[in-house]
């Protein structure tokens, strides 16, 4: 969308801005807190030793932690129950597939059993929270109200059928429902899980270069610098000195990648001059052993300046901390005062961990401000949302080319193209997990992902759990890159579901 | 009236046999008339999404691609305890699938008593629209075998006047 309007020169009306912003946030709030408790939580959780904590205890400590009200010795009583008739209903089944009494497993059994009861909640309260994506998207995910030059919901306050007084009332309502769950469960729960993980904050630094592209524009105009979380570049984990990000430098190398290049393996290209001819030069699969001196990956290999970057909240909240982001700071600082730890340990596993949490909790603060900022337009009288003046291609220019960026959930996202006679001549995409996940390039530097892993110690090889935590703390969309991989390998029940 | 029962095909028709669940339901929706207990649900790929839409139910029956470790176009019937529901690391949050959504229903409570899962053994799951031969060939099978456990329950499908 973005990449259409700033190639035909568009600006969007602003309230299909404040709208985008709003789809944008909460889509970090939810994506975010359902990584946290759905995924990457039973890396740090160990389920079954939950079965053995004390009701009592585990109250205390949850009360400890926030004034939620779900934190009674009776509720945490009742969960302990189901979750002791879950296990001993008919087979061990249930919590067989994972790697529960790990020794890496450092959480007292009340801890375990209180992060089991809100991954529970999570899952009741994002069914609530995500009808704000639906209610402004249509449907949920993969919204449908995006178009070049606007939104296609229409705001009326005289009309039922329209975002009005009434709808924005109910999101105002979901949106409080959000933040509560973050400011009172979520940071509460990431802090005292990471008390006990604190050797993480010296694994899974990755490559120490960040880019961020920037996202929550204040102006209606494509790829505007007036923007909430700022754009910029932090090399050498130098928070010092913030970059300005420069498209022009960005390319991808295939050099490792399962594709081939008009001009040999070895080049460079701007995704303007992109090319996506896939040629697999790997191993028939299944296979045991991929080398990686060869091809060896599906994604390509994207640089800026010829550097790996690593993209996502981390570089969002390290961007917006070094350019001297108020809230940002206040909340990082808050993090590491209590964590006891220094900014260095922002470079790690750890720290990406807390960096999504940070930017889950500023974001949803800011979901009343955008909602308060269309109730003041609509006051205005200013019901605009969509610009049709370049709607008909005989409006376009002969040939144009565009980019446009966005910060999704996972990081960087961005989408190159060329119009040529009313057609698309070109469309590439360079999207997060793209960056994070990038095999080496022709110099042979690795990716974050590769970087990360380097050195991080593992217990027990067959169970490679720490593995997993650094993986999962960029929060891989791994589902187009690898398939269906069973990443376990291991034979637990005779019947996968596929 | 009888007691609820959704039937929900689930997979990614973008991920050639994986979709057939979802085939299967369409077919369904077109062929027959439903009654009113009786709810279609296109379970795609929502994951947990899709607790919110069984709960309520008395009964599930789920359409899906199942590595029964058979020739491709296998059919095959699990009931209950005999369908995998287990919490399992993943890489993605995209991989969650029926397992983890099962047990996370049984965790919360909101699972219906009588799960069915009716599957099939796909023949390939890489990308791409549209089912191997195979498949396709065994898709009236297991219409035939949705209608039989519906009717088992109490519940029968008319074919739609424009049949």
Redesign the interface.
Known sequence: MRAVENALDITIPDNARIIRNLITGIQYVQDHV??FY??HA??WVD?VSALSADPAKTASLAQSLSDWPESSVTYFKGMQE??KA?VE???L???????WGHPAYKLPPEANLMAVAHY?EA??W??DV?RIQALLGAK?PHAQTYLVGGMAIPVDPNSQNALNAGSIAFISGLAKKAHEFVEKVYIPDLLAVASFYKEWAAYGEGVGNFLVYGEFPKDNISNTDNLWLPRGIILNKDLGTVHPVDHNKITEYVTHSWYEYPDGDNSARHPWDGVTDYKYTGPKPPYKFLDTDNKYSWLKAPRYDDKPMEVGPLARMLVAYASGHKRVQEVVNHVLKTLGVGPEALFSTLGRVAARGVETLVTAEMLPVWLDELTANMKKGDFRIHNGEKWDPSTWPKEARGYGWQEAPRGALGHWLKIKDGHIANYQCVVPSTWNGSPRDAKGQRGPYEAALRGTPVANPEQP?EI?RT??SF?????CA????D??GRE??R???? | MGVEIAVVGIGNILLSDDGVGVLVLNKLKGRYELPGNVELIDGGTMGLDLLPFIEGKERVIFIDAVDFKAEPGTIGELNNSEIPHYFSSKLSVHQIALPDMIAAGQLLGTMPEEMCLIGIQPRTIETGYGLSPEIEGQVDGLIEKVINKLSGWGATLELSIDN
């Open positions: 359902i990584h759905h995924l039973l890396d389920i189901k979750l879950f209903r008919g087979q089944g249930p919590f067989s597939n994972a790697y529970l899952l009741d994002q069914r995500i949920n759990l997993l993986v999962h929060d891989p969309c791994m589902a690898v398939h269906v991989v990443p376990d637990v029940t019947i996968k579901v596929v």
